[in-house]
């Protein structure tokens, strides 16, 4: 059975290029040897949780509805407010995992707005450092800088979590744990990191889409904020209600150092 160095080492080795390149097969890729990646579907925990009522997280019982999740990464950018935009016009909520570094630091009054909002502020790190390549305490500057930024601009502590190129392990998991923070994940990527052509990318996103979807964007990239008002009308008419990630899950409750897809 290899090590955790060994195989972390091994991973870089396979996996060369830039940090967005690889999020495509990040899920496939995100554990090696011994170490099974295991994750909860939206579905298992409502159904875990029993009979209790949704309310404080929003109007929509996805036990009833069929939902799906929008969610953004590596912002705020300079197309964030525009984004933002749309999705007050829409009446849509969406779930940000935002960067620290010339992110959040340049951008304050985007992540404000965000949750003033009502959208769902989460973490994606501070540097966007591949967490399954660092040591333990570095892995906890990375998640805990970020909950420190969002702490102060919104007056509210992340419980969210998503490891860049969705690579984790179990020294992940329990540094995410112990900082109160869950692990999501996806199941539907549009590769915007891949294209400027709003018309492919939504038309990816409405290829994958399915009840309980978690749907991952960059709007970092020209071309995903364009295509975000006609991936809602889409999605809209095809019967589905748009909520963040923890309205996805209640009445059940993501659990910290858990991983959820």
Known sequence: MLSLTKKR??????????????????LALALSGCTRLETTSPGAVR??????DP????AADCRQAKCIALTFD?????????????????????????LGARHIDTRPELVRRMAAEGHEVASHTWT???LTDAAPEEIREE??????????????????????????DDTVHAVSRDLGLSEVLWTVTAKDYRTTDPGL??????????????ILLHDIYDGTVPAVPGIIDALTARGYTFVTVPQLLAPGRARPGEVYR
């Open 47 to 52: 159904d875990s949780a029993g009979t209790r």
């Open 55 to 58: 309310a404080p997280f929003g």
């Open 201 to 214: 990318i939504t038309e990816r996103v409405l290829d994958q889409a399915s009840r309980d979807g978690i």
């Open 9 to 26: 080492k091994e991973a870089r080795t396979r996996l060369p290029g830039t940090v967005v390149a690889a999020a495509a097969t990040a």
């Open 74 to 98: 590596a912002g705020p950018s300079g197309n964030s407010a525009r984004l933002l935009d749309v999705l007050a016009e829409k009446r849509v909520p969406a779930t940000f995992f935002l």
């Open 143 to 168: 998640l805990e800088r970020t909950n420190k930024a969002i702490v102060r601009l919104t007056g509210r502590r992340p419980t969210l979590m998503r490891p860049p190129q969705g690579r984790t």
């Open 128 to 130: 966007h450092r591949i």
